[in-house]
């Protein structure tokens, strides 16, 4: 069906530090639907803010995405 999304794990780390209660990691990463979910919410009230954070730094294996080092 579709390939994988390559992105970069560094900009999308920073990004969600500081404006993943907005959804912009979310919106990087393709997924339009939950970045504007979690900006309408404030990043799901800071409680999804923080596991974005914490997946993100762990670099887990989203579907769909390819993080690359850049």
Do not use: C
Not at 35 to 60: E, H, N, R, S
């Amino acid at each position: 069906m579709g390939e994988d999304r390559q992105v970069s794990w560094l900009l999308t780390l920073l990004m969600s530090i500081f404006f993943g209660s907005l959804g912009v990691d979310r919106f990087i990463m393709g997924h339009v639907g939950l970045g504007v979910l979690k900006l309408l919410t404030g990043g799901g009230f800071g409680v999804w803010w923080l596991i974005d954070l914490i997946l993100i730094a762990t670099k887990y294996k989203f579907k769909g995405i390819v993080w690359v080092e850049s």
